[in-house]
Structures are given as C-alpha cells and as structure tokens.
C-alpha cells in the first residue's frame, strides 16, 4: 500500500501561483509514475501532470503546458506541482496520485490516489 497526503491548495487571485506538494509513504517502490489530476464541479477528473519517480520524465496536459511545472524529490518521496498564471478555469480539487501502470496520462492507471486539496482562483 501507499499512502498520498497532498498540501499547498488554497485561494489565489488570477494569475496568480501555487505550489501543491504530494507526500508519499509506504511500499513506494513499487510505484512507476505520480501524476496529478483535477476535478472541477459538474466535471470529469481530468489529468494535469505527470512524472516518472525512476527517470524523472514529465507530461502536460495541453491546458497547462508552460505554466504548470511538475517535479520531484525522491528523498523525500514527495511530487511537487508549481502552478504559475492561475486562471478561474483552474479551479478545480487536484488530485495526487501514484501509479504502477505505464499509461501516466489515464486515470485508470493509478493505483493509489490522496484525499484532494481545493484550489481556488478569483477572478
């Protein structure tokens, strides 16, 4: 088992930044990606970034690319998400979550996700 506790969710003005941290703990090294994902109300949970914990390779949703940076620590078996010109449309509960599969861009290819943390943009 692996257990996700993110943190760093809030209420930001447009274009704004935020930086989301995901911690880790358990059987980690079973994991092959951490990805987060968001759901806004009234919608489906939609995929934001992703990394690879060995390589470090990353994916963006095209929504975010060149304002949202996904990162980790392995030391500290914690993701990072800095989320830079925040817009309304990126109000939504982001989830964290790690995955043995390799499709990193699917919902259904994670195992283990957190609890969410609400993020919230004025306009």
């Known amino acids: 088992q692996v257990q996700l506790v993110e943190s760093g969710g809030g209420l930001v003005q447009a274009g704004g930044s935020l930086r989301l941290s995901c911690a880790a703990s358990g059987r980690t090294s079973s994991i092959y990606a951490m990805g987060w994902f968001r759901q806004a109300p009234g919608k489906e949970r939609e995929f934001v970034a992703a990394?690879?914990?060995?390589?470090?390779?990353?994916y963006y949703a095209d929504s975010v690319k060149g304002r949202f940076t996904i990162s980790r620590d392995k030391a500290k078996k914690t993701v990072y998400l800095q989320m830079n010109t925040l817009t309304p449309e990126d109000t939504a509960v982001y989830y964290c979550?790690?995955?043995?599969?390799?499709?990193?861009?699917?919902?259904?290819?994670?195992?283990?996700w957190g609890q969410g943390t609400q993020v919230t943009v004025s306009s």
């Open positions: 979550a790690a995955g043995r599969g390799f499709g990193v861009v699917v919902t259904t290819e994670y195992d283990y």
């Open positions: 990394v690879t914990w060995s390589g470090g390779s990353t």
